[in-house]
């Protein structure tokens, strides 16, 4: 095997919670220590003792894949519906922010656009004295210019 492809880290070393933002990430964990929760706080669940010798707000995890498959599925599901409601809300923040942004720099467009129309008034009007003086210096010039000629 090349040595590249030795140093490549496998796709299953990652998990979809250590990829999602750390909001989603924040409520998921609330969302999972609500439930376990819910189950220490379930006598049922808990054998006697068992629930003086844990820590208080903290639960373990009780794994029961092949008891609940219908649970697991629809917790997975659930943390996908919240990972698309939150790139969802993502989504429309940015498209906000693109949309403010577009907004402003169509005005700043339009401001530069009239303070240029205004800049190439001024040199016209430039323009036209400048032709207006040479007009007249000519016609001032222009006797003098024609004595030295007779």
Known sequence: MSEPARQAPSPESGTRASASPAPLRDWLIAMRNAAAESRAADPQEDGPGQAEARPSGWAPRLVTSAANPAESADDDLAEIMAEN???????????????????????????????????????????????LWRARCEALAAPLFQAHQR
């Open 85 to 131: 409601m939150m790139l969802k809300a993502k989504l429309r923040l940015e498209i906000e922010r693109r949309d403010e942004l577009q907004a402003m720099l169509a005005q700043e467009i339009r401001d530069l656009r009239a303070h240029i129309t205004e800049e190439v008034r001024k040199i016209e009007d430039l323009r036209a004295e400048r032709d």
